[in-house]
């Protein structure tokens, strides 16, 4: 995967929120924790830049909800739109992949928490796996 670092632009689905991105990461981590599940119905696929490299237009209309100690997430309080989490404790957001903009240069590249994952799908394509973030799978 490149180290290259992309500028992107997305939104939610009725269009109230808009936002811009710098310095994203182009691989996408797709977590299939119980939180993240619950939250946007299924897998939760993100990039991430730092909350401060991110411009947001219809900020007004986001609600944050605090989902843990140390993060919140936030959605389209209008259509109900999953667009970020955000770290409390530094400058880092993830950003959900399906809400950027299409064409792009993001490509899946992990999955992490997949012994959380939901039993009524299996995860077949390939790529790296881990208990947690960064824990191997059998490791």
Same mark, same amino acid.
């Given at each position: ?27 996408? @981590? ?9 939250? *946007? +119905?299924?897998?939760? #696929? &993100? ?34 739109? @999953? ?9 880092? *957001? +993830?950003?959900?992949? #399906? &809400? ?40």
């Amino acid at each position: 995967m490149s180290e290259d670092l992309l500028e992107v632009s997305g939104g939610c689905y009725c269009g109230g929120v808009r936002f811009r991105a710098t310095g994203v990461r182009p691989e996408v @981590t797709e977590c299939h924790c119980s939180q993240c599940r619950k939250q *946007s +119905g299924h897998r939760y #696929a &993100s990039t991430g830049a730092k909350t401060s490299d991110i411009a947001i237009e219809g900020a007004d209309k986001i609600t944050w909800y605090r989902a843990s100690p140390m993060a919140e997430r936030g959605f389209c309080s209008v259509c109900g739109s @999953t667009l970020f989490w955000r770290r409390l404790d530094q400058d880092y *957001s +993830g950003i959900l992949a #399906a &809400s950027i903009d299409e064409p792009n240069e993001l490509a899946l590249t992990k999955h992490i928490f997949v012994e959380s994952k939901g039993g009524y799908y299996e995860i077949t394509d390939g790529l790296p796996r881990y208990d947690g973030y960064d824990r191997p799978v059998g490791g």
